[in-house]
């Protein structure tokens, strides 16, 4: 099993709509969690970082569950330069520094 | 903009030659990290970095070295280099803060060994 864990979509959706990813992690030891965005042959780019609490940025929200050990992020109204890969963060620093990366997940907005 | 630069951004050499890819940054933050990014695997881990002279190795550190002599610059080395390193490497810095260690990346080096 993968420490990190994204359905690889890839998501396809029209324009305007609101769409979610989830992301399970294995670690429950894990202290900090972040979605990165990637375009293609582009580096990571960091969209947001999750706080237990729940956090918004505009249109995008995202959540930690910490009890099920899930992230997830939602868009709303989603625009054509959405398109991307979201990567899936988790780190730690028990028993060493570690920062695991998920594989991703592809969306593709759709006029 | 985290003013991170990688060189060569691409690269395509022979099996069994010594490679080094440079990672500069400009504004001596402490932790630095070497990252490669194959198809299906997502970003992983090779080398970081949390000062000058200290690294410690990542989940997929054999065949590469670093080293850190300056604030400013992550070296990756393949000794000698294999087919299975063909690659994208990104680096990375850390900025401790709030959230713990967010990490912003350089643009990556496209690494092909024949």
């Known amino acids: 099993r993968k420490e990190v864990e994204q359905d690889p979509g890839p998501f396809n959706v029209p324009e305007g709509a609101t769409v979610a990813f989830n992301c399970t992690y294995s670690?429950?030891?894990?202290?900090?969690f972040f979605w990165y965005r990637q375009d293609c042959r582009k580096e990571p780019k960091l969209l947001m970082s999750?706080?237990?609490s729940g956090n918004e940025d505009g249109r995008f929200t995202a959540q930690l569950n910490r009890a099920s050990q899930y992230i997830s992020l939602l868009i709303r109204d989603s625009k054509l330069s959405d398109s991307a890969t979201y990567l899936c963060v988790v780190g730690s620093n028990t028993g060493g520094f570690k920062t695991i990366f998920g594989a991703g997940t592809r969306l593709f907005v759709k006029a | 903009d985290a003013g991170i630069t990688q060189s060569p951004r691409h690269k395509v050499t022979e099996t069994g030659t010594p490679v080094t890819l440079r990672c500069h940054q400009t504004e001596n933050h402490r932790y630095m990290y070497w990252y490669r990014q194959d198809p299906g695997h997502g970003l992983r881990l090779i080398h970081y970095s949390y000062g000058v002279k200290d690294t410690d190795k990542g989940e997929v550190s054999d065949g590469y070295s670093v080293s850190r002599s300056k604030t400013e610059d992550f070296l990756l080395t393949l000794e000698s280099a294999t087919s299975s390193q063909t690659s994208v490497y990104f680096c990375?810095?850390?900025?401790?803060?709030?959230?713990?260690?967010?990490?912003?990346f350089g643009p990556g080096t496209r690494l092909t060994v024949l």
């Open positions: 670690n429950s030891a894990s202290q900090s």
């Open positions: 999750v706080y237990s």
């Open positions: 990375a810095i850390g900025i401790a803060g709030r959230t713990y260690n967010e990490q912003f």
